[in-house]
């Protein structure tokens, strides 16, 4: 189990942490998906700061067992909310959104199991 939780919160540390990164640098991609899901580009810094955050949660997750579980499940809701986004504005291009979410359910999954 303990190389499960390893592996998968390795994972979703490096995705939330890509995607944290090409949110705050400025990036095109991020600037472009907010203005198709009519969020204000004034939001996408908070987001990235979001993603940021809980992949530090996740790897401090590692040492301190709590914050893990409350990042793991800080960014289960965050991609509920991503969902929601894409629906209010009928975007049905689902599988970027769907590796992310996996990947956090999975990782809140075996760190609950683990933990």
Same mark, same amino acid.
């Given at each position: 189990?303990?190389?499960?939780?390893?592996?998968?919160?390795?994972?979703?540390?490096?995705?939330? *942490?890509?995607?944290?990164?090409?949110?705050? +640098? &400025? %990036?095109?991609?991020?600037?472009?998906? @907010?203005?198709?899901? #009519? +969020?204000? /580009?004034? $939001?996408?810094?908070?987001?990235?700061?979001?993603? @940021?955050? !809980?992949?530090? &949660?996740?790897?401090?997750?590692? @040492?301190?067992? $709590?914050? *893990? +579980?409350?990042?793991?499940? !800080?960014?289960?809701?965050?991609?509920? &909310?991503?969902?929601?986004? %894409?629906? /209010? =504005? !009928?975007? /049905?291009?689902?599988? !970027?959104?769907?590796?992310?979410?996996?990947?956090?359910? @999975?990782?809140? =999954?075996?760190?609950?199991?683990? #933990?």
């Amino acid at each position: 189990m303990f190389a499960a939780y390893i592996t998968v919160t390795v994972l979703a540390a490096l995705f939330t *942490g890509s995607a944290a990164v090409t949110y705050l +640098i &400025g %990036h095109e991609y991020p600037k472009t998906q @907010a203005d198709m899901k #009519r +969020i204000p /580009r004034s $939001w996408v810094p908070v987001l990235g700061s979001l993603l @940021a955050a !809980g992949t530090l &949660g996740l790897v401090a997750g590692f @040492a301190v067992p $709590w914050l *893990g +579980i409350v990042a793991s499940a !800080g960014l289960v809701l965050y991609f509920v &909310g991503a969902l929601v986004a %894409h629906l /209010r =504005v !009928g975007s /049905r291009n689902l599988v !970027g959104w769907a590796v992310f979410f996996t990947t956090e359910v @999975a990782a809140l =999954v075996v760190t609950l199991l683990y #933990r």
